[in-house]
């Protein structure tokens, strides 16, 4: 069954850092999201991504956070310049194409755990 | 204010119980994730419905537009349902960005 791979699972980076997480979605899937999950805490909506562009965003990815599909199969998010605040477990998710106005189902990736020292 | 509640937070169960999650959102949409995580942290997506009942194995999920409501049961439960279960809603129509429950803790004791 295809299935939202994550890499790497667990990145540990000094504050001030880039870092650049990566995803590939399941491959015929045209809408892709990053969310992320500080320890204890629900679930966050961070970005949404479809045509090669963003279509909506939260208020906590702010100028630190971008999102890029360099290739045809990898979605990657950057943090610039990492903060303590920043550890988290980062999910990336995908979705096959839908009407317009209906909500279908997103498949995630299995996370990557970063920590920021 | 956009919220979406679960009761329980924490539940434990003997082996072979029947078991009801609840969530109530206060949001007007179309469709509600169910989503397990697992112990590790990973996510996986058991239903999306947008209306009556979905029944996936030992897991049903049904949702009450008007009423704002769903409830995920597990029959049959078994040590290996252990998880964190995670109901999220897209904030409005039109819109892919979902907000997320706190998720309700479940332990499921052989």
């Known amino acids: 069954e295809p299935e939202v791979t994550q890499t790497p699972s667990h990145q540990v980076t000094q504050m001030g850092q880039e870092v650049i997480l990566r995803c590939v979605p399941i491959?015929?899937?045209?809408?892709f999201y990053w969310y992320r999950q500080i320890l204890g805490q629900k679930v966050e909506f961070l970005v949404s991504?479809?045509?090669?562009?963003?279509?909506?965003k939260s208020e906590i990815f702010d100028d630190q956070f971008s999102v890029e599909r360099p290739d045809g199969s990898n979605f990657t998010l950057k943090i610039r310049s990492t903060k303590l605040e920043d550890s988290a477990m980062y999910f990336c998710?995908?979705?096959?194409?839908?009407?317009?106005?209906?909500?279908?189902?997103?498949?995630f990736g299995p996370g990557t755990r970063l920590t920021v020292l | 204010k956009n919220e979406v509640e679960q009761s329980p937070q924490n539940l434990t169960a003997q082996e072979g119980e029947f078991i009801t999650i609840n969530c109530s959102y206060s949001?007007?949409?179309?469709?509600l994730h169910w989503l397990q995580q697992h112990p590790g942290g990973g996510i996986v997506s058991l239903f999306m419905?947008?209306?009556g009942k979905k029944k996936h194995g030992r897991l049903i999920a049904t949702i009450n537009i008007q009423e704002k409501h769903s409830s995920l049961h597990i029959t049959a439960s078994h040590p290996r349902d252990s998880a964190v279960y995670i109901c999220?809603?897209?904030?409005?129509?039109?819109?892919?960005?979902?907000?997320f429950g706190t998720g309700t803790r479940l332990q499921v004791f052989p």
């Open positions: 999220a809603v897209p904030i409005s129509y039109n819109t892919d960005k979902l907000i």
């Open positions: 949001v007007g949409i179309s469709a």
């Open positions: 991504f479809y045509n090669n562009e963003i279509s909506e």
């Open positions: 998710a995908s979705s096959e194409d839908g009407l317009a106005g209906t909500v279908i189902t997103q498949y």
């Open positions: 419905l947008s209306s």
């Open positions: 491959s015929n899937h045209l809408y």
